[in-house]
């Protein structure tokens, strides 16, 4: 078995352990099930609010919702990278923005957004923007610095124009940085949007988690987080993996 | 141009890098490379020879004075029949070998069968044929260094400039690779420009050897070596190598020693 299998299997065994842990612990009666339901009563219960169609406006709502701010950011953040690697002096001056940008909680602006473009969907598009571009645009300029300079030069004596030398060597050469970015990108827009729908929604996921433990229903508040925490973790996993090969690929590994 | 005889002319460049520092990297100097032949370039550090060869190259316009390759001015891009090999590795690491060999190929529009033929053979001439769909990670430096050199070859360039291709790598390596280059220079009749920190490879490779003064750089001299057009590493042997390269350090001594000046300046 390779390592790194060998490492894979020790994760899945780890989750599974502690995933049985709390089944035991809900089932014994230790931990109280309507406090929290076991492992199996969350699955059973996602399956079953998800097959009800009740939701199902909701998840397309909250996706489509986080696939626009998630695509909008990672263009805009890829832009603004590429902006700021070829303007040193534009970049030095934001440095010291960017580098502080995480540390300013930015759900305190919704209330303003909502007051700008009403209690719709673009507030949270916003937000989920807002969240996600910065993320993408760092990891832009990281690899952007980490192109070798002699890869533009091969580039110039294949006599490839700006837009084919962007395309065909920048952006390969930079993609494991980019899929860093998409991946965390991904992640702030997906925290960005549910975390939104919690505040000042009327529908989506996050409100429906946050209505179902309003009403004191257990089953359909867990289901749904459980749905989200999976569709959240097999999202990020498949791009964690795809940047991984990549990364792997350029390390010979 | 005039003067046909020449296949790439430098006629009074010179470079400066403008700004605080006003670095006056080059020139002024002069340049005639005959067609078909191969050139090295040696001096001491810092004195203009990666600066000459951008030029050459297209890749970097001269300040003052012209470049000629095949009778048009090289005007700040890389002219058509121009191939430039890197001292770091320029392999594309996201590519197979055979498809860095492909990359050119494929940007000029050749026909599918035509680009696999020519890669194929490009990866056999510099013994690559079984790498052809490792990736360059996989690969030691020097086996980089050829993909690099395949790369070039396989768009069958006139006139090949080489910036320390063999400089990373270790003594042994480099002297093979030197077989390799006189090789390839023996098969396409290519004309090639080798710039080397390195006597003995000049030396042992190049026709005519010129040596270029500290910065800014001027030639000082250009020394013939005289041998045979089939030649390998085997005349590191020959009792003539050891003069020659003795007499290419007599004209580099005091250079050295006054760019060790400036650097200590």
């Given at each position: 078995?390779?390592?790194?299998?060998?490492v894979?299997?020790?994760?899945?065994?780890?989750?599974?352990?502690?995933?049985?842990?709390?089944?035991m612990l809900?089932?014994?009666?230790?931990?109280?099930?309507?406090t929290?339901l076991?492992?199996?009563?969350?699955?059973?219960?996602?399956?079953?609010?998800?097959?009800?169609g009740?939701?199902?406006?909701?998840?397309l709502?909250?996706?489509?919702?986080?696939?626009?701010a998630?695509?909008?950011?990672?263009?805009?953040?890829i832009?603004?990278?590429a902006?700021l690697?070829a303007?040193?002096?534009?970049?030095?001056?934001?440095?010291?923005l960017?580098?502080?940008y995480?540390a300013?909680?930015?759900?305190?602006f919704?209330?303003?957004l909502?007051?700008?473009?009403?209690?719709?969907?673009?507030?949270?598009?916003?937000?989920?923007?807002?969240?996600?571009t910065?993320?993408?645009?760092m990891?832009?300029l990281?690899?952007?610095?980490?192109?070798?300079?002699?890869?533009?030069?091969?580039?110039?004596?294949?006599r490839?124009?700006?837009?084919?030398?962007?395309?065909?060597?920048?952006?390969p050469?930079?993609?494991?940085?980019?899929?860093?970015?998409?991946?965390?990108?991904?992640?702030?827009?997906?925290?960005?949007?549910?975390?939104?729908?919690?505040?000042?929604?009327?529908?989506?996921?996050?409100y429906?988690?946050?209505?179902?433990?309003?009403?004191?229903?257990?089953?359909?508040?867990?289901?749904?987080?459980?749905?989200?925490?999976l569709?959240?973790?097999?999202a990020?996993?498949?791009?964690?993996?795809?940047?991984?090969?990549?990364r792997?690929?350029?390390?010979?590994? | 141009?005039?003067?046909?005889?020449?296949?790439a002319?430098?006629?009074?460049?010179?470079?400066?890098y403008?700004?605080?520092?006003?670095?006056?990297?080059?020139?002024?100097l002069?340049?005639?490379?005959?067609?078909g032949?191969?050139?090295?370039?040696?001096?001491?550090?810092?004195?203009g020879?990666?600066?000459?060869?951008?030029?050459l190259?297209?890749?970097?316009a001269?300040?003052?004075?012209e470049?000629?390759?095949?009778?048009?001015?090289?005007?700040?891009?890389?002219?058509?029949?121009?191939?430039?090999?890197?001292q770091?590795?320029?392999?594309?690491?996201?590519?197979?070998?055979a498809?860095n060999?492909?990359?050119?190929?494929?940007r000029?529009?050749?026909?599918?069968?035509?680009?696999?033929?020519?890669?194929?053979d490009?990866?056999?001439?510099?013994?690559?044929?079984?790498?052809?769909?490792?990736?360059?990670?996989?690969?030691?430096?020097?086996?980089?260094?050829?993909?690099?050199?395949?790369?070039?070859?396989?768009?069958?360039?006139?006139?090949?400039?080489?910036?320390?291709?063999?400089g990373?790598?270790?003594q042994?390596?480099r002297?093979?690779?030197g077989?390799?280059?006189?090789?390839?220079?023996?098969?396409?009749?290519a004309t090639?420009?080798?710039?080397?920190?390195?006597?003995?490879e000049?030396?042992?490779?190049?026709d005519?050897?010129?040596?270029?003064s500290?910065r800014?750089?001027?030639?000082?001299?250009?020394?013939?070596?005289?041998?045979?057009?089939?030649?390998?590493?085997?005349?590191?042997?020959?009792?003539?190598?050891?003069?020659l390269?003795?007499?290419?350090?007599?004209?580099?001594?005091?250079?050295?020693?006054?760019?060790?000046?400036q650097?200590?300046?």
């Open positions: 078995m390779s390592r790194r299998r060998a894979l299997g020790g994760r899945i065994a780890l989750i599974a352990g502690a995933v049985a842990a709390l089944e809900c089932r014994s009666g230790i931990v109280d099930p309507l929290l076991p492992p199996s009563g969350m699955a059973a219960a996602m399956v079953a609010v998800i097959a009800s009740s939701v199902t406006g909701d998840i709502r909250t996706f489509t919702t986080v696939a626009v998630f695509g909008l950011a990672v263009a805009f953040g832009a603004v990278g902006l690697h303007a040193p002096r534009l970049r030095r001056a934001l440095d010291p960017l580098a502080s995480y300013v909680p930015l759900f305190v919704y209330p303003l909502v007051a700008l473009f009403g209690l719709n969907v673009v507030p949270l598009i916003v937000l989920g923007f807002a969240s996600a910065v993320a993408m645009a990891s832009t990281t690899g952007l610095d980490r192109t070798p300079r002699v890869l533009l030069k091969a580039a110039r004596v294949h490839l124009g700006r837009l084919r030398t962007a395309l065909l060597v920048v952006l050469a930079a993609s494991p940085d980019l899929l860093t970015g998409v991946k965390l990108a991904l992640a702030y827009a997906f925290i960005g949007i549910i975390a939104g729908e919690f505040i000042l929604s009327g529908s989506g996921l996050g429906q988690i946050a209505y179902a433990y309003d009403s004191f229903d257990n089953r359909t508040m867990y289901g749904l987080m459980l749905f989200v925490l569709i959240a973790t097999a990020n996993a498949a791009l964690h993996a795809w940047e991984q090969r990549v792997r690929r350029r390390s010979g590994r | 141009m005039s003067g046909a005889a020449a296949h002319r430098l006629t009074g460049v010179t470079r400066v403008a700004g605080p520092t006003h670095v006056h990297a080059l020139g002024p002069d340049l005639d490379v005959a067609r032949e191969f050139l090295a370039v040696v001096g001491p550090s810092g004195c020879k990666s600066t000459l060869l951008d030029v190259a297209g890749l970097a001269p300040s003052s004075g470049a000629w390759f095949e009778d048009r001015r090289i005007a700040g891009t890389v002219p058509d029949g121009i191939g430039v090999v890197f770091e590795d320029a392999s594309f690491p996201w590519l197979t070998v498809d060999v492909a990359f050119g190929l494929r000029a529009g050749l026909d599918g069968a035509e680009i696999r033929r020519r890669v194929e490009a990866l056999g001439f510099m013994g690559l044929g079984e790498f052809a769909r490792a990736y360059p990670a996989q690969l030691s430096g020097g086996m980089r260094q050829r993909v690099c050199i395949a790369r070039t070859l396989v768009l069958a360039p006139r006139f090949i400039l080489l910036d320390e291709p063999f990373a790598l270790d042994q390596t002297l093979l690779m077989d390799e280059l006189l090789r390839l220079w023996r098969r396409t009749g090639v420009l080798l710039i080397t920190h390195a006597l003995d000049a030396a042992m490779l190049a005519r050897v010129g040596v270029m500290a800014p750089g001027r030639f000082i001299a250009f020394v013939p070596t005289g041998w045979p057009r089939d030649r390998d590493s085997r005349v590191v042997s020959a009792p003539e190598f050891g003069a390269t003795a007499q290419l350090w007599s004209h580099l001594r005091p250079e050295s020693l006054r760019a060790m000046g650097a200590r300046a």
